[in-house]
């Protein structure tokens, strides 16, 4: 799923194409997409978008007379910039947004249907879609500790939770707690006045450095291929590489259709963290450190 430093790529890749232009028309090639009924999508057609704004990990669209289009990408959900008024060929086409210089298309990978569209008048309607997840690079420590620690979580779900911390899904939760050299599974309620400033001060770093380098590259070409898996990032989708910072092979939890990658060695004590899938093969005989695990894959 695209999250904050993706969003804000695709925005900075937007506004110089749409901003001051005339919304002509937005085709639908799925009912489904569109979720909200009122305010109809032919009022939206003639109407200068004024400006661009990101609400969680959703992209907003402002048009004339308080008008806002709201796209939630959802896993398989991307945009692409093509030429004025393409056809909508392919099962995988879902919208086009027209402009006089070209048309934002949506499209959606795989059979299901989960990328949304809202039409919302105002702020009061964009409330309703955005989860209330404080921004980290507007919050101050103190905040951010309060969010995550209102309830006892782990770590890499207080993280990932959009009513608690705004845009950080799977990929960057995973950058930033070894950054932070946290465990994923540290409960929230548990962690030092310490280990509350790394992490903290990681979430920024991180994020603050991808939306940097995500914005540079957008502002060169349109971010057609935003992936979850990014070249120079330190353990997320890089099972069995090495750490960059101690040179141990990257581990993973697997569950359900994610995955989480950390280093234990960084994060940890070198503790092997049970793989839902494996250890319900292995129970017992689970490893519980890496000298275990390789002896286990040496069987």
Not at 60 to 65: C, K, Q, W
Not at 172 to 197: F, G, N, V
Not at 277 to 299: F, M
Request: proline fraction near 5%; hydrophobic fraction near 40%.
């Amino acid at each position: 799923m695209p999250e904050l430093p993706d969003i804000t790529a695709y925005i900075a890749a937007l506004e110089p194409r749409i901003v001051g232009q005339s919304l002509e028309r937005v085709r639908l090639a799925s009912p489904f997409l569109l979720r909200t009924t009122e305010p109809s999508l032919a009022n939206t057609e003639g109407r200068i978008v004024g400006k661009l704004r990101r609400i969680g990990k959703r992209i907003a669209i402002g048009l004339e007379g308080d008008l806002w289009l709201v796209l939630h990408l959802m896993i398989a959900g991307r945009l692409h910039w093509r030429p004025p008024h393409v056809a909508l060929a392919g099962r995988q086409n879902l919208a086009a947004f027209d402009f006089p210089a070209g048309s934002l298309t949506l499209t959606e990978a795989g059979a299901k249907r989960r990328a949304s569209l809202h039409l919302l008048e105002g702020e009061r309607g964009l409330h309703t879609v955005d989860p209330g997840g404080i921004d980290v690079f507007t919050a101050d420590l103190d905040s951010f500790r309060s969010a995550l620690a209102a309830e006892n979580h782990t770590l890499k779900r207080a993280l990932t939770d959009p009513h608690l911390v705004d845009g950080i899904g799977n990929s960057y939760s995973d950058e930033i707690l070894h950054a932070a050299q946290l465990s994923p599974i540290a409960q929230t309620r548990k962690l030092s006045s310490r280990e509350w400033e790394r992490l903290f001060a990681a979430a920024r770093s991180v994020l603050g450095i991808w939306v940097e380098r995500l914005q540079a590259e957008a502002k060169h070409r349109f971010p057609e291929k935003v992936t979850a898996f990014r070249e120079g990032m330190a353990v997320h989708g890089r099972y069995g590489q090495l750490c960059p910072r101690c040179g141990a092979k990257v581990l993973r939890i697997r569950y359900a259709d994610n995955e989480t990658n950390y280093c234990a060695p960084c994060q940890t004590g070198s503790r092997v963290l049970a793989d839902r899938s494996l250890s319900r093969l292995l129970g017992s005989d689970w490893p519980r450190t890496l000298e275990e695990l390789e002896a286990v894959k040496r069987r």
